[in-house]
């Protein structure tokens, strides 16, 4: 049996500290530790949409719009062989195939359904299969890891965001790291 590396983050909002979310993860870590220079420490939760997830990861920008990984810019997409069952999944944030750098989500619930991008009202599952108009997270956003512990924080951090996705509080990653 293969053992995933556990990393943690400690979460404050507006500098008040949440609590620690602990991930089992496979590809998170070098971000984690800050090993190449740049990471997690200090970026915020850019995102956060109830009954969906929390995305973060920007630590470029801030605002959704950067953030690198340690190959470079981007990568591409490594597999959709894990789907997006349930809480606590942690998934790859990206604008379209291969575009994978530093942005995370974190899910807050089973999110089987889709999106259709054509109605007002997000989160309703419209059963189609045109592309063009359903947005799916399974076969477009690479799922890598889970909460191990912490989803009472993340339960804090969802209680902050809105369905715009902008958030109450700052929302930050005030440290992170490997843990043995």
């Not at 008040?16 to 740049?38: D, I, M, Q, S, W």
């Not at 089973?110 to 359903?134: G, R």
């Amino acid at each position: 049996m293969i053992v995933n590396p556990v990393v943690f983050f400690d979460i404050a909002a507006d500098n008040e500290p949440l609590g620690r979310v602990t991930f089992e993860v496979k590809n998170f870590r070098a971000l984690c530790t800050g090993e190449h220079g740049f990471g997690y420490k200090g970026s915020i939760f850019h995102r956060v949409i109830p009954q969906f997830m929390c995305q973060g990861g920007d630590f470029t920008n801030h605002n959704g719009t950067g953030g690198k990984s340690i190959y470079g810019p981007r990568f591409p997409d490594e597999n959709f062989r894990l789907k997006h069952t349930g809480p606590g999944i942690l998934s790859m944030a990206n604008a379209g195939p291969n575009t994978n750098g530093s942005q995370f989500f974190i899910c807050t619930v089973k999110t089987e359904w889709c999106v259709n991008l054509l109605q007002e009202s997000a989160f309703i599952c419209c059963e189609c299969d045109d592309a063009s108009v359903c947005f799916r997270l399974d076969g477009r956003h690479v799922v890598f890891g889970s909460v191990k512990d912490g989803m009472d924080v993340v339960r804090k951090v969802e209680a902050l965001g809105s369905r715009s996705g902008r958030t109450a509080k700052r929302i930050s990653v005030t440290d992170c790291g490997v843990l043995e």
